[in-house]
Each structure stands twice: as C-alpha cells, then as structure tokens.
C-alpha cells in the first residue's frame, strides 16, 4: 500500500487496512465489501446523510446513533456495521468515504485485480460494464474491478480512472476542447 502525504488518506488507509486484516482473518472479505458498497451507495444518493457524515455540527452521539439506525435499517451487519460504528463513534465519519475507497483497492489488489473508478453520463447496462471490463483488462493486463458513478454533466461518454490513468472521453471534455480550438483560430 502506498502512503499518501495527506493526513486524510493516510487515516483512511489505517482504518481500511485494519478492517480488510480483521475481515480477511473472519473469511468475510466479499461481505464487507458488499456491505460497504451498500452504505456508499446509500451516501451517494442521499445529501442528508452526506451532511451528518460531514457536518462537525452533529455530535458523536448524534452521528452513532444515526449510524447505527442506517445500518440496522440497511441491514449492514457484522464487521461492517461494527466498523461503521467504530468509525461514527471516533469521529472519523467526514473520512468514510475515503475509507470505503481505500478498503476496495486493498481488497482489489489483493485478488489480483486492479481497480478502476468510471464516472458515466447515464447507467451502464450489464453488457457495457461487461465490455468495459474487457477492455480495460487488455489495457492494465489484469483483472478490473470497477466502481461506477453518474455525471449527467458529462452528457455523454466515460471518465476512467485507473491507477495513475484517466481516460477521458466524455462529450462535455470534447466539447470544451472544441471551443478551445474554436477561439485559438477567430
């Protein structure tokens, strides 16, 4: 695992080593990240709770109990729910995302994968996340794991990142170069 400069990655690293050593031991790498992913996609879709995770407003015993509540209701169990807990009740909750981030390139990289984070204008369908895939292992020469997000702002196409890579080729990015090129010639 590479160490980062800023003290903010360098804390979600800790926790999220620390959390794929525990689920490793238990065999429940595949659960915890599932569960994880779950919670992400919860934060993704919800700005309410991403204010609780990142307004310092709440207190912990607010943020505990509001977590525990989501996790219960979600039915994020075991060491992921505990660890959403741990993290709630240490006061780390603004890193959690970056924690989840982290803890899906530890447990990528130790299948043998690598991951890869698409930012999409629209829902990929399973055909297209499947040839995505494909595409992106005859790239990296090794398995993909990949986290999609969605930017209608993008209007179409993808932004990859993968590694030290981003493959950009969104409209909205080839737009803008248009317009560029457009300014430099009248």
């Known amino acids: 695992m590479t160490q980062s400069s800023s003290p903010i990655s360098g804390v979600a690293e800790r926790y999220a080593g620390s959390l794929f ?17 779950r919670f992400a996609a919860l934060l993704d879709g919800n700005a309410d709770l991403d204010r609780l995770i ?3 407003v709440f207190s912990s015993d607010e943020q505990e109990k509001a977590i525990a509540a989501i996790a ?7 060491l992921a729910g505990n660890f959403l807990r741990l993290v709630a009740s240490n006061r780390r909750l603004f890193v959690l995302p970056s924690m989840i981030a982290a803890f899906r390139q ?7 994968e690598i991951a890869a984070d698409v930012v999409a204008a629209h829902p990929l369908t399973a055909a297209q996340e499947t040839e995505l895939k494909a595409a992106l292992k005859s790239v990296a ?3 993909v ?3 999609v997000a969605i930017d209608p702002s993008l209007l179409g196409g993808l932004v990859v990142k993968m590694g030290s890579r981003q493959i950009d080729t969104s409209l909205k ?8 090129a457009l300014k430099e010639v009248g």
């Open 21 to 37: 050593e525990l689920a490793l031991e238990a065999g429940a790498v595949a659960q915890v990240e599932a569960d994880l992913g």
């Open 54 to 56: 990142k307004s310092p």
């Open 72 to 78: 219960d209701k979600a039915k994020i169990t075991g």
């Open 106 to 112: 530890i447990a990528a990289a130790h299948r043998g």
């Open 141 to 143: 020469g090794k398995d």
């Open 145 to 147: 794991a990949i986290s």
């Open 173 to 180: 990015t080839k737009l803008n170069s248009l317009k560029l």
